[in-house]
């Protein structure tokens, strides 16, 4: 069975950092595009960012460059979301998903595979 188990998520003030984690099973990481999304309330879902570890390539939404930035570790297959100087305007819940193709696409409609969901607060 496919599953995909986000958690990290909490309060934190404005400057400070979390790591979100994004386990997957059921499939390996190393074989699809594995994304971050968001969405806060009263806004549409937004894709942060994206991996691809076929071509190891990745993708920033131009808001978090330089603050953010995703890894992961095939052997855990889990992908991590690494976010540094959070602002009060990244407070979302974060979801991870699984796009069921090997190049990048951060049309939500397009991921297959859903986490649950974790819930970042950033106070200012």
């Given at each position: 069975?496919?599953?995909?188990?986000?958690?990290?998520?909490?309060?934190?003030q404005a400057g400070g950092s979390l790591r979100l984690s994004c386990v997957a099973s059921g499939f390996r990481v190393d074989?699809?595009?594995?994304?971050?999304?968001?969405?806060?309330?009263?806004?549409?879902?937004?894709?942060?960012?994206?991996?691809?570890?076929?071509?190891?390539?990745?993708?920033y939404a131009d808001s978090v460059k330089g603050r953010f930035t995703i890894s992961s570790d095939n052997?855990?297959?889990?992908?991590?979301?690494?976010?540094?100087?959070?602002k009060p305007e990244d407070?979302?819940?974060?979801?991870?998903?699984?796009l069921h193709n090997l190049y990048i696409s951060t049309n939500p409609a397009l991921y297959d595979y859903w986490g649950q969901g974790t819930q970042v607060t950033v106070s200012s």
């Amino acid at each position: 069975e496919v599953q995909l188990q986000a958690s990290g998520g909490g309060l934190v003030q404005a400057g400070g950092s979390l790591r979100l984690s994004c386990v997957a099973s059921g499939f390996r990481v190393d074989d699809y595009v594995i994304g971050w999304f968001r969405q806060a309330p009263g806004k549409e879902r937004e894709a942060v960012l994206c991996i691809s570890s076929s071509d190891e390539s990745t993708w920033y939404a131009d808001s978090v460059k330089g603050r953010f930035t995703i890894s992961s570790d095939n052997a855990k297959n889990t992908v991590y979301l690494h976010m540094n100087s959070l602002k009060p305007e990244d407070t979302a819940i974060y979801y991870c998903a699984r796009l069921h193709n090997l190049y990048i696409s951060t049309n939500p409609a397009l991921y297959d595979y859903w986490g649950q969901g974790t819930q970042v607060t950033v106070s200012s």
